[in-house]
């Protein structure tokens, strides 16, 4: 037999090995039945080239079958690439905005304890100035006073000797 595989060359047109199958199906429904057994007779030549047509079409049957599954393996494997690039991809960007986040929260409360200090410092100011400038008002209203008693004591020390050179009564006291 392996000498007729050899010697036996492939159709000019391909024959699909289903339709082989099928042929083979329809010899057996089509054959002759003996009786009281559940045997058959079938022509030996049509069995023989139908499994000869086997022979020639399974491996381009195999081969197709072996690229579809080749196929298929290759695409599921760029399909899980694809997956884990994404999930990959996903995982690096919740970590950035994680990250992002945490550096905003983190800013943020910064930007919170420079505010308040700014403002603590602010009203210290203004209390040290307010305290300041109540003191040198202090000084200057204390300053005046003792300038007024000054201009009051001149006043009236020179009052006594204005009076005797007889002074016009028409001007008033200034202040």
Do not use: C, W
Not at 5 to 12: D, G, L, R, T, V
Not at 107 to 120: C, G, H, I, V
Not at 143 to 153: G, I
């Amino acid at each position: 037999m392996p000498e007729q595989e050899e010697e036996f060359e492939p159709a000019p047109e391909t024959i699909s090995i289903f339709d082989v199958l099928d042929r083979l199906e329809g010899l057996v429904n089509q054959s002759r039945r003996l009786p009281l057994t559940s045997s058959i007779v079938i022509s030996e030549e049509e069995i023989l080239e139908a499994l000869d047509q086997i022979r020639m079409s399974l491996p381009d049957e195999i081969r197709e079958a072996r690229m579809v599954l080749e196929n298929r393996e290759s695409r599921l494997r760029e399909a899980k690439e694809q997956a884990e690039q994404t999930l990959l991809a996903a995982q690096e960007r919740a970590d950035r905005l994680t990250d992002e986040h945490e550096v905003t929260r983190r800013a943020s409360a910064e930007a919170d304890r420079l505010l308040s200090e700014a403002r603590d410092r602010s009203r210290k100011l203004r209390r040290e100035t307010d305290d300041y400038i109540r003191d040198r008002m202090e000084e200057l209203e204390s300053e005046l006073s003792s300038a007024l008693a000054q201009v009051r004591r001149g006043i009236e020390t020179l009052e006594p000797a204005s009076e005797e050179t007889e002074r016009p009564k028409s001007r008033g006291r200034r202040r």
